[in-house]
Protein backbone atom coordinates (compact mmCIF):
# COMPACT_ATOMS: atom_id res chain seq x y z
CA UNK A 1 0.00 0.00 0.00
CA UNK A 2 1.08 3.64 0.07
CA UNK A 3 1.02 6.29 2.46
CA UNK A 4 2.04 9.69 2.56
CA UNK A 5 2.27 12.18 5.60
CA UNK A 6 2.99 15.80 6.00
CA UNK A 7 2.15 18.10 9.05
CA UNK A 8 -1.37 19.79 8.99
CA UNK A 9 -0.58 23.34 9.45
CA UNK A 10 2.61 25.51 9.31
CA UNK A 11 3.03 29.39 9.85
CA UNK A 12 5.95 31.75 8.66
CA UNK A 13 6.81 35.41 7.90
CA UNK A 14 7.29 37.04 4.87
CA UNK A 15 10.57 37.16 3.44
CA UNK A 16 12.04 34.31 5.83
CA UNK A 17 12.11 30.55 4.24
CA UNK A 18 10.35 27.66 5.13
CA UNK A 19 10.43 23.67 4.89
CA UNK A 20 7.71 21.76 4.23
CA UNK A 21 8.62 18.00 5.31
CA UNK A 22 6.93 14.74 3.56
CA UNK A 23 7.29 11.36 4.33
CA UNK A 24 6.20 8.49 2.53
CA UNK A 25 5.69 4.74 2.75
CA UNK A 26 4.89 2.89 -1.03
CA UNK A 27 5.02 -0.43 -2.14
CA UNK A 28 7.22 0.73 -5.83
CA UNK A 29 8.12 4.01 -5.73
CA UNK A 30 8.70 5.99 -9.50
CA UNK A 31 8.75 9.76 -8.18
CA UNK A 32 7.56 12.41 -5.76
CA UNK A 33 5.18 15.80 -6.68
CA UNK A 34 4.87 18.83 -4.75
CA UNK A 35 1.54 20.60 -6.08
CA UNK A 36 0.67 24.21 -4.38
CA UNK A 37 -2.90 24.39 -4.13
CA UNK A 38 -5.08 28.16 -3.15
CA UNK A 39 -8.62 27.56 -2.03
CA UNK A 40 -11.38 26.71 -4.03
CA UNK A 41 -8.96 26.38 -6.94
CA UNK A 42 -7.45 23.25 -8.38
CA UNK A 43 -3.66 22.00 -7.75
CA UNK A 44 -0.61 23.38 -9.66
CA UNK A 45 2.20 21.67 -10.50
CA UNK A 46 5.58 23.09 -8.37
CA UNK A 47 8.18 20.14 -8.72
CA UNK A 48 9.10 16.23 -9.56
CA UNK A 49 12.10 14.35 -8.23
CA UNK A 50 12.30 10.63 -9.07
CA UNK A 51 16.43 10.69 -8.00
CA UNK A 52 17.77 11.80 -5.00
CA UNK A 53 18.93 15.52 -4.45
CA UNK A 54 17.99 19.08 -4.12
CA UNK A 55 15.96 20.24 -7.80
CA UNK A 56 15.84 24.06 -7.27
CA UNK A 57 13.51 26.14 -9.34
CA UNK A 58 13.57 30.16 -8.62
CA UNK A 59 11.92 30.55 -4.71
CA UNK A 60 11.02 26.53 -4.71
CA UNK A 61 13.54 24.12 -4.19
CA UNK A 62 12.39 20.31 -3.64
CA UNK A 63 14.49 17.52 -1.92
CA UNK A 64 14.58 13.87 -1.87
CA UNK A 65 15.62 11.18 -0.06
CA UNK A 66 14.53 7.58 -1.16
CA UNK A 67 16.62 5.42 1.10
CA UNK A 68 14.67 7.71 3.78
CA UNK A 69 11.30 7.92 1.97
CA UNK A 70 11.70 11.63 2.73
CA UNK A 71 11.13 14.47 1.03
CA UNK A 72 10.68 18.25 1.35
CA UNK A 73 9.81 21.12 -0.04
CA UNK A 74 11.48 24.07 0.68
CA UNK A 75 10.15 27.84 -0.49
CA UNK A 76 12.11 31.12 0.74
CA UNK A 77 12.02 34.70 0.63
CA UNK A 78 8.17 34.14 1.27
CA UNK A 79 5.51 35.65 -0.06
CA UNK A 80 1.66 36.81 1.11
CA UNK A 81 0.92 34.81 -1.94
CA UNK A 82 2.73 31.93 -0.84
CA UNK A 83 -0.16 30.85 1.35
CA UNK A 84 -1.70 28.31 0.44
CA UNK A 85 -1.82 24.61 0.43
CA UNK A 86 1.10 22.36 -0.24
CA UNK A 87 0.42 18.90 -1.32
CA UNK A 88 2.93 15.81 -1.58
CA UNK A 89 2.19 13.09 -3.90
CA UNK A 90 3.93 10.01 -4.65
CA UNK A 91 3.53 7.62 -7.73
CA UNK A 92 3.98 3.99 -7.75
CA UNK A 93 6.23 2.03 -9.86
CA UNK A 94 4.61 1.43 -13.81
CA UNK A 95 3.44 5.48 -13.31
CA UNK A 96 -0.08 5.25 -13.15
CA UNK A 97 -1.54 5.30 -9.69
CA UNK A 98 -0.29 9.03 -7.81
CA UNK A 99 -1.80 9.15 -4.10
CA UNK A 100 -1.70 12.39 -2.56
CA UNK A 101 -1.07 13.29 1.05
CA UNK A 102 -3.74 15.38 3.02
CA UNK A 103 -1.89 18.58 2.01
CA UNK A 104 0.44 21.56 4.62
CA UNK A 105 -1.47 24.78 4.69
CA UNK A 106 0.85 27.46 4.89
CA UNK A 107 0.10 30.96 6.37
CA UNK A 108 2.26 33.27 5.73
CA UNK A 109 2.24 36.58 7.90
CA UNK A 110 3.28 40.03 7.60
CA UNK B 1 0.81 23.09 -25.60
CA UNK B 2 -1.19 20.23 -23.07
CA UNK B 3 -4.70 21.94 -21.90
CA UNK B 4 -7.48 20.00 -19.88
CA UNK B 5 -10.88 20.70 -19.86
CA UNK B 6 -12.80 19.92 -17.45
CA UNK B 7 -16.86 20.99 -17.09
CA UNK B 8 -18.96 22.09 -15.49
CA UNK B 9 -17.54 24.22 -12.99
CA UNK B 10 -20.11 23.98 -10.17
CA UNK B 11 -23.12 21.68 -10.58
CA UNK B 12 -25.84 21.02 -7.97
CA UNK B 13 -27.92 18.30 -8.09
CA UNK B 14 -30.48 16.85 -5.84
CA UNK B 15 -30.09 13.20 -4.36
CA UNK B 16 -30.60 9.88 -6.15
CA UNK B 17 -30.17 12.61 -9.66
CA UNK B 18 -27.60 11.17 -12.09
CA UNK B 19 -24.32 12.52 -12.74
CA UNK B 20 -22.06 13.19 -15.91
CA UNK B 21 -18.01 14.80 -15.39
CA UNK B 22 -16.62 15.22 -18.46
CA UNK B 23 -12.76 15.90 -18.95
CA UNK B 24 -10.83 16.03 -22.50
CA UNK B 25 -7.13 16.59 -23.05
CA UNK B 26 -5.60 18.24 -25.94
CA UNK B 27 -1.75 18.29 -26.85
CA UNK B 28 -0.91 14.69 -26.02
CA UNK B 29 -2.00 11.22 -27.23
CA UNK B 30 -2.50 8.51 -24.73
CA UNK B 31 -2.24 10.21 -21.59
CA UNK B 32 -2.77 8.72 -18.33
CA UNK B 33 -6.01 10.23 -16.97
CA UNK B 34 -7.63 10.42 -13.18
CA UNK B 35 -10.61 11.36 -11.61
CA UNK B 36 -9.83 12.65 -7.42
CA UNK B 37 -11.97 13.90 -5.47
CA UNK B 38 -11.35 16.12 -2.40
CA UNK B 39 -13.78 16.82 0.52
CA UNK B 40 -13.58 20.51 2.27
CA UNK B 41 -10.45 21.08 3.88
CA UNK B 42 -8.63 17.37 3.00
CA UNK B 43 -6.21 16.16 0.55
CA UNK B 44 -6.84 14.41 -2.77
CA UNK B 45 -8.18 11.19 -2.58
CA UNK B 46 -7.53 9.04 -5.71
CA UNK B 47 -10.83 7.44 -7.49
CA UNK B 48 -10.24 6.35 -11.09
CA UNK B 49 -7.44 6.14 -13.15
CA UNK B 50 -7.06 5.19 -16.90
CA UNK B 51 -3.99 4.11 -19.24
CA UNK B 52 -5.63 4.15 -22.44
CA UNK B 53 -9.13 3.56 -24.24
CA UNK B 54 -11.60 1.47 -21.99
CA UNK B 55 -9.14 0.65 -19.47
CA UNK B 56 -10.49 1.72 -16.06
CA UNK B 57 -8.93 1.49 -12.76
CA UNK B 58 -10.85 2.10 -10.09
CA UNK B 59 -9.44 2.80 -6.78
CA UNK B 60 -12.16 3.05 -3.94
CA UNK B 61 -15.52 1.08 -4.82
CA UNK B 62 -18.73 3.74 -4.36
CA UNK B 63 -21.44 5.21 -5.74
CA UNK B 64 -19.58 6.25 -8.62
CA UNK B 65 -18.09 4.75 -12.09
CA UNK B 66 -15.76 6.04 -15.60
CA UNK B 67 -15.67 5.47 -18.70
CA UNK B 68 -12.91 6.16 -21.44
CA UNK B 69 -14.80 6.14 -24.80
CA UNK B 70 -11.73 7.97 -26.46
CA UNK B 71 -8.48 8.27 -26.27
CA UNK B 72 -8.25 11.87 -24.86
CA UNK B 73 -11.76 11.39 -22.88
CA UNK B 74 -12.37 10.75 -19.33
CA UNK B 75 -16.06 10.86 -17.84
CA UNK B 76 -17.32 10.14 -14.23
CA UNK B 77 -21.04 9.27 -13.96
CA UNK B 78 -23.33 8.21 -10.98
CA UNK B 79 -26.73 6.39 -11.80
CA UNK B 80 -27.92 8.07 -8.52
CA UNK B 81 -26.32 10.70 -6.18
CA UNK B 82 -26.10 10.66 -2.56
CA UNK B 83 -25.37 13.59 -0.35
CA UNK B 84 -21.66 11.79 0.70
CA UNK B 85 -20.91 12.53 -3.40
CA UNK B 86 -20.48 16.25 -2.41
CA UNK B 87 -17.02 17.81 -3.22
CA UNK B 88 -14.67 19.04 -5.10
CA UNK B 89 -13.67 16.75 -8.49
CA UNK B 90 -10.31 17.09 -10.39
CA UNK B 91 -9.48 15.76 -13.46
CA UNK B 92 -5.85 14.77 -14.01
CA UNK B 93 -3.60 14.09 -16.47
CA UNK B 94 0.13 13.21 -16.45
CA UNK B 95 3.11 12.63 -18.59
CA UNK B 96 6.44 10.78 -16.82
CA UNK B 97 7.57 13.86 -15.33
CA UNK B 98 4.45 16.24 -14.50
CA UNK B 99 0.74 16.18 -14.09
CA UNK B 100 -1.24 18.44 -14.48
CA UNK B 101 -5.00 19.35 -13.11
CA UNK B 102 -8.45 20.58 -14.40
CA UNK B 103 -10.29 23.21 -13.23
CA UNK B 104 -12.46 21.35 -11.09
CA UNK B 105 -16.22 20.85 -10.29
CA UNK B 106 -17.59 21.31 -7.10
CA UNK B 107 -20.50 19.17 -6.76
CA UNK B 108 -23.07 19.73 -3.77
CA UNK B 109 -26.01 17.17 -3.62
CA UNK B 110 -28.71 18.23 -2.01
Known amino acids: GQNIDQPTEMTATEGAIVQINCTYQTSGFNGLFWYQQHAGEAPTFLSYNVLDGLEEKGRFSSFLSRSKGYSYLLLKELQMKDSASYLCAGRNTGGFKTIFGAGTRLFVKA | SQTIHQWPATLVQPVGSPLSLECTVE??????LYWYRQAAGRGLQLLFYSVGIGQISSEVPQNLSASRPQDRQFILSSKKLLLSDSGFYLCAWSSDTEAFFGQGTRLTVV
Open chain 2, 27 to 32: GTSNPN
